[in-house]
T-cell receptor
Framework: QKEVEQNSGPLSVPEGAIASLNCTYS??????FFWYRQYSGKSPELIMF????GDKEDGRFTAQLNKASQYVSLLIRDSQPSDSATYLC???????????????FGAGTRLAVHP | DGGITQSPKYLFRKEGQNVTLSCEQN?????MYWYRQDPGQGLRLIYY???????QKGDIAEGYSVSREKKESFPLTVTSAQKNPTAFYLC????????????FGPGTRLTVT
């Protein structure tokens, strides 16, 4: 069973619409959750993180977390063609030796925003 | 400007050769990480380090080696023992503890033929 699952897409939305990206995770010990945007051929860029149940808004982006359902989502309002990219969900898993923790990444959802 | 640099951007090697990928950061971050990314897949952790002179194996460490002699630097060597070395290699860093927000360098695309 994959630890972090995302629909690979592509998710196609018209310009100006709301894009909804979803992610489920398996480890109930996970404490913080991240969304990265990755343009083709480039490295991932951190756009949001969330650690409390509920919503967290930053500009056109809203991250939503439901720990009971082990579900995290990213909403992009007023989608623009420049938002077309792969969105990676990452989940922080604490390691109990030496205080380390690590991120587990999903395979990503490809978003295509068409004019 | 603070950030993470990786060099080179593209690297081509013949099978059987070791190759070292550079990663430097000036963010004053304690923790550094190496990932590889294959087409259509998520990032997989190779090695990580939280302090100088200490590092831990990640999920796919076989065929790789690292060193952490300076806080700013975390080079990765891809050895000839790595069976499928062609991939996009990403270095990241974060502050120790906290929520573990990791920031990535631009990556090195390694092709081995």
């Amino acid at each position: 069973q994959k630890e972090v699952e995302q629909n690979s897409g592509p998710l196609s939305v018209p310009e100006g619409a709301i894009a909804s990206l979803n992610c489920t995770y398996s480890d109930r010990g996970s404490q913080s959750f991240f969304w990265y945007r990755q343009y083709s051929g480039k490295s991932p860029e951190l756009i949001m993180f969330i650690y409390s149940n509920g919503d967290k808004e930053d500009g056109r982006f809203t991250a939503q977390l439901n720990k009971a359902s082990q579900y995290v989502s990213l909403l992009i309002r007023d989608s623009q063609p420049s938002d077309s990219a792969t969105y990676l969900c990452a989940v922080n898993i604490p390691l109990f030796s030496g205080g380390y923790n690590k991120l587990i990444f999903g395979a990503g959802t490809r978003l295509a925003v068409h004019p | 400007d603070g950030g993470i640099t990786q060099s080179p951007k593209y690297l081509f090697r013949k099978e059987g050769q070791n190759v070292t990928l550079s990663c430097e950061q000036n963010l004053n971050h304690d923790a550094m990480y190496w990932y590889r990314q294959d087409p259509g897949q998520g990032l997989r952790l190779i090695y990580y380090s939280q302090i100088v002179n200490d590092f831990q194996k990640g999920d796919i460490a076989e065929g790789y080696s690292v060193s952490r002699e300076k806080k700013e630097s975390f080079p990765l060597t891809v050895t000839s023992a790595q069976k499928n070395p062609t991939a996009f290699y990403l270095c990241a860093s974060s502050i120790a503890g906290g929520f573990n927000e990791q920031y990535f360098g631009p990556g090195t695309r390694l092709t081995v033929t």
